[in-house]
């Protein structure tokens, strides 16, 4: 069964579970031939809910083996173990998940698809509940007052409760797992699964190396109904990443920070790891591959004379390379630390400049105001005293920036760890303070820097591109635009 065929029977699963029809949701899950961790958990849940301990207890044992470091699903077999008052191997599965933990507070398991909060603290205790039923009321109490110092939330006061009880010797209720709440699969690899209208335009991109001789296709474009065709994009906007690579065999993720590819694929490397994993970029998303399922595509004058038909892959693909675990996190408590000026960390800010064109990097927050400029300075590879910024793109005495802003109101703006910066060279003048467009036709475009906007917005114009490209702002947001979509108002008509 490929990736895609499970991918559509977990999400068919999903739908009949959020109408509360459980049993056609296991009947499909059960259906699936390969299923990943998170689908033997969701598996074990359902079986949960009917009462099937037995089968619900190999499921999440599946699950695991699957998946080492699933820290909900040691929770869940640790509950199911309770619930069959086998309290030792209950004990045993919650010291494994407070384990995953790796001294976290809590995991927030949403960005991987599933919309729970394992606390650390939740954990301990019902690892001290465990101990209680056994007699073991000492080690029960030192769960407890351990777990008091992973406490979170005034909510989580379960933990002095179940302290009190433990100091009298009497039982308390164990933290249960809500077993209707399922992981659900990757919206993004869903959506792949929709029908689409592949004959947009393919548009040829030419790269600005010097000597570079590669040349390839952007993503299509949505089609415009009625509309002008598209002017040639930037190409400094347009310049691809990182190194090419051919997919030799099937790779099917199974954590978040992975990516689903096929043979045939071309993808580009971004940086390959000790661990003999790849990060990549492939349709516009970045993630994670083993380098070991790819084929550096060597692109040239030379190699274009022999291309032809190349011998077909090894049947089988290779073993997967095991992950690092000082790297990558399987959890959402850790970070795919490989994608450079994306992240941020808690004394990191991701800067966006707004220029001709757009780009973004990573500095210390609270940083001087010499180390942003020189940081810019030579993303731009302008000298700091031909550059102006400012914290909006009208330039006026309060959001200027230069050698006497107090720095500190700058960084104050930046919102989860993120803040856009204006850039101007000092030789620009502003002709365009006044002048507006309405838009002839809508346009959208997948491409993050590009300004999307409906038939008759007005938009704003900050800066001419080239003779084909604006940059303007509409309802709030900054991007480029073809001009042949627009058309310029005069004065009196704003």
């Given at each position: 069964?490929?990736?895609?065929?499970?991918?559509?029977?977990w999400?068919?699963a999903?739908?009949?579970?959020?109408?509360?029809?459980?049993?056609?949701?296991?009947?499909?899950?059960?259906?699936?031939?390969?299923?990943?961790?998170?689908?033997?958990?969701?598996i074990?849940?359902?079986?949960?809910?009917?009462?099937d301990?037995?089968?619900?207890?190999?499921?999440?044992?599946?699950?695991i083996?699957?998946d080492?470091?699933?820290?909900?699903?040691?929770?869940?077999?640790?509950?199911?173990?309770?619930?069959?008052?086998?309290?030792?191997?209950?004990?045993?599965?919650?010291?494994?998940?407070?384990?995953?933990?790796?001294?976290?507070?809590?995991?927030?398991?949403?960005?991987?698809?599933?919309?729970?909060?394992?606390?650390?603290?939740?954990?301990?205790?019902?690892?001290?509940?465990?101990?209680?039923?056994?007699?073991?009321?000492?080690?029960?109490?030192?769960?407890?007052?351990?777990?008091?110092?992973?406490?979170?939330?005034?909510?989580?006061?379960?933990?002095?409760?179940?302290?009190?009880?433990?100091?009298?010797?009497?039982?308390?209720?164990?933290?249960?797992?809500?077993?209707?709440?399922?992981?659900?699969?990757?919206?993004?690899?869903?959506?792949?699964?929709?029908?689409?209208?592949?004959?947009?335009?393919?548009?040829?991109?030419?790269?600005?190396?010097?000597?570079?001789?590669?040349?390839?296709?952007?993503?299509?474009?949505?089609?415009?109904?009625?509309?002008?065709?598209?002017?040639?994009?930037?190409?400094?906007?347009?310049?691809?990443?990182?190194?090419?690579?051919?997919?030799?065999?099937?790779?099917?993720?199974?954590?978040?920070?992975?990516?689903?590819?096929?043979?045939?694929?071309?993808?580009?490397?971004?940086q390959?790891?000790?661990?003999?994993?790849?990060?990549?970029?492939?349709?516009e998303?970045r993630?994670?591959?083993?380098?070991?399922?790819?084929?550096?595509?060597?692109?040239?004058?030379?190699?274009?004379?022999?291309?032809?038909?190349?011998?077909?892959?090894?049947?089988?693909?290779?073993?997967?390379?095991?992950?690092?675990?000082?790297?990558?996190m399987?959890?959402?408590?850790?970070?795919?630390?490989?994608?450079?000026?994306?992240?941020?960390?808690?004394n990191?800010?991701?800067?966006?400049?707004?220029?001709?064109?757009?780009?973004?990097?990573?500095?210390?927050?609270?940083s001087?105001?010499?180390?942003?400029?020189?940081?810019?300075?030579?993303?731009?590879?302008?000298?700091?005293?031909?550059?102006?910024?400012?914290?909006?793109?009208?330039?006026?005495?309060?959001?200027?920036?230069?050698?006497?802003?107090?720095?500190?109101?700058?960084?104050?703006?930046?919102?989860?760890?993120r803040?856009?910066?204006?850039?101007?060279?000092?030789?620009?003048?502003?002709?365009?303070d006044?002048?507006?467009f309405?838009?002839?036709?809508?346009?959208?475009?997948?491409?993050?820097?590009?300004?999307?906007?409906?038939?008759?917005?007005?938009i704003v114009?900050?800066?001419?591109?080239?003779?084909?490209?604006?940059?303007?702002?509409?309802?709030?947001?900054?991007?480029?635009?073809?001009?042949?979509?627009?058309?310029?108002?005069?004065?009196?008509?704003?």
């Open positions: 069964m490929s990736y895609m065929d499970t991918l559509r029977q999400d068919e999903i739908s009949y579970a959020d109408k509360q029809d459980f049993s056609n949701a296991l009947q499909i899950f059960l259906s699936i031939q390969e299923p990943n961790s998170k689908i033997y958990f969701d074990g849940c359902l079986l949960l809910l009917k009462q301990l037995e089968a619900a207890e190999k499921a999440f044992d599946d699950s083996r699957k080492e470091h699933l820290a909900v699903a040691f929770f869940q077999r640790g509950i199911t173990f309770y619930r069959k008052e086998r309290y030792e191997e209950a004990s045993s599965d919650f010291h494994h998940a407070f384990k995953a933990l790796r001294g976290n507070q809590l995991i927030d398991y949403k960005a991987l698809g599933l919309r729970y909060k394992l606390y650390a603290c939740e954990v301990l205790h019902n690892m001290a509940l465990s101990e209680a039923q056994l007699g073991h009321w000492l080690k029960a109490q030192e769960h407890l007052v351990k777990a008091l110092d992973y406490k979170t939330e005034a909510k989580l006061s379960i933990i002095d409760k179940a302290l009190q009880s433990t100091l009298k010797q009497k039982l308390f209720k164990p933290v249960v797992f809500p077993s209707n709440v399922l992981f659900i699969p990757n919206k993004h690899y869903v959506a792949e699964l929709e029908k689409k209208d592949y004959l947009g335009k393919a548009k040829v991109v030419a790269s600005v190396v010097p000597q570079d001789e590669f040349s390839g296709f952007a993503p299509l474009q949505p089609q415009v109904q009625d509309g002008p065709a598209c002017p040639k994009e930037p190409e400094v906007l347009r310049a691809l990443e990182g190194e090419p690579h051919t997919v030799l065999f099937e790779f099917v993720p199974e954590t978040s920070d992975e990516l689903a590819v096929v043979p045939g694929n071309i993808v580009f490397v971004l390959k790891g000790a661990d003999n994993w790849a990060s990549v970029i492939f349709n998303r993630g994670l591959v083993p380098y070991n399922y790819l084929e550096r595509l060597e692109i040239s004058l030379a190699s274009k004379k022999n291309w032809g038909i190349s011998e077909p892959p090894r049947q089988e693909p290779p073993i997967r390379p095991q992950r690092n675990p000082g790297a990558t399987r959890d959402n408590s850790r970070e795919d630390t490989t994608h450079k000026d994306v992240l941020c960390t808690d990191l800010c991701v800067v966006k400049v707004r220029f001709t064109y757009n780009f973004a990097f990573s500095i210390t927050l609270g001087p105001y010499v180390t942003l400029m020189d940081t810019i300075s030579k993303k731009l590879k302008l000298p700091p005293t031909s550059i102006s910024l400012s914290l909006t793109p009208q330039v006026n005495g309060h959001s200027v920036i230069d050698t006497d802003t107090e720095m500190n109101n700058v960084w104050s703006q930046a919102k989860g760890g803040i856009t910066l204006w850039c101007k060279e000092q030789t620009d003048v502003e002709p365009h006044n002048i507006h309405v838009a002839l036709h809508s346009y959208e475009s997948p491409n993050p820097e590009d300004l999307n906007f409906s038939e008759g917005d007005t114009l900050l800066s001419r591109v080239n003779q084909d490209w604006l940059e303007g702002q509409c309802n709030g947001h900054t991007g480029i635009f073809p001009a042949s979509f627009v058309e310029e108002l005069p004065v009196n008509g704003q």
